[in-house]
């Protein structure tokens, strides 16, 4: 299934399933609550013990009723604004989990690898109040001139959990969505020598979407710690960056098992796989990238399967 949050006529946000060009609003087709997060809350009551995944109950309810779908739930992409999948994350935990953007960008500084990157996932928490979807525009905070995209992978949180082990950890997963976490890399460069961060160079802006795909739609490709799917950049149309999921070097199963320890994970956690290998402007190097962000690009961020996450600056 492909899980959208659109807005019509409603001043908020409303959650549908993507069926080709036809948005179908889950409240009015199937009587579900009107918005993602409340739908993801649900799954963790509505699951059954045999579901591998927190939506697998979403899925049989829309095979049983989807031939009696009333002409009222349906809109069609042309009518509707797409946001955020989810607009309103309960927190956004971003990791550290290509191995080769780590050593270029590391190399790039002058740096080798650090031999604890190979001893656990790392992570951050970035500012899930600052999210942006498809279409929406960023805004270059007037404290940065390096203004960087990253291309990555994210990972919804299904339903609640505290220490998950490895091998059950994918249960926990709803979805998957394309993320751009934006980064004001002349920022976090004076932060990361202060010893903490990033921080202020993450705080504007994070991008999801353009929809919620489950993981059944991605397991045919699965391979390595990841999928084979291709992950490419451009700016302005011009390709940057092509990577690719199956080189995640730490799979979202041992991020969200070292996420849980001894700490809580809610539906509506958002965990970000960090930046792909070339996926931004800071390993590929300005001089490559025809330089910095500036306003009026266009960045486009396309995974196999996920679609394409576009925003202008």
């Known amino acids: 299934m492909r899980l959208v949050s659109y807005r019509h006529s409603a001043a908020s946000p409303?959650?549908?399933?993507?069926?080709?060009?036809?948005?179908?609003?889950l409240e009015r087709a199937l009587g579900l609550p009107p918005e993602m997060l409340s739908l993801l809350r649900l799954s963790t009551r509505r699951r059954e013990a045999d579901d591998a995944h927190p939506l697998d109950w979403l899925a049989r309810a829309w095979e049983q009723h989807h031939a009696q779908i009333p002409e009222s739930a349906i809109l069609t992409l042309d009518v509707v604004h797409m946001t955020a999948p989810l607009p309103n994350p309960t927190s956004l935990r971003d990791f550290y989990a290509f191995e080769q953007h780590v050593k270029q960008a590391r190399a790039r500084r002058g740096l080798e690898m650090i031999p604890e990157w190979y001893e656990m996932p790392v992570f951050y928490f970035s500012n899930h109040q600052a999210i942006l979807g498809p279409g929406?525009?960023?805004?270059?905070?007037?404290?940065?001139?390096?203004?960087d995209f990253e291309l990555e992978v994210a990972a919804i949180i299904g339903r609640e959990g505290r220490d998950i082990p490895v091998e059950e950890a994918e249960s926990y997963i709803a979805g998957y969505t394309i993320m751009n976490d934006w980064s004001a890399r002349d920022v976090q460069r004076r932060e990361m020598k202060v010893g903490l961060g990033p921080a202020k160079a993450k705080d504007f802006a994070t991008s999801l979407g353009p929809w919620l795909v489950t993981p059944d739609e991605l397991a045919d490709r699965l391979a390595g710690k990841g999928f084979n799917l291709q992950m490419v950049a451009r700016r302005n149309g011009q390709e940057l960056s092509r990577g690719n999921w199956q080189t995640l070097y730490y799979s979202f199963a041992e991020m969200i098992a070292r996420a849980s320890e001894e700490v809580t994970l809610y539906p509506g956690d958002v965990i970000g796989s960090g930046t792909v290998g070339t996926g931004c402007?800071?390993?590929?190097?300005?001089?490559?990238?025809?330089?910095?962000?500036?306003?009026?690009?266009?960045?486009?961020?396309?995974?196999?399967?996920?679609?394409?996450?576009?925003?202008?600056?």
């Open 14 to 25: 409303r959650v549908a399933l993507l069926d080709g060009e036809r948005v179908i609003d």
């Open 136 to 147: 929406d525009t960023v805004r270059r905070p007037g404290y940065t001139e390096w203004l």
């Open 281 to 313: 402007i800071l390993e590929l190097g300005p001089e490559m990238a025809g330089g910095w962000l500036q306003p009026g690009d266009v960045i486009e961020l396309e995974i196999e399967r996920l679609g394409m996450l576009r925003n202008v600056v």
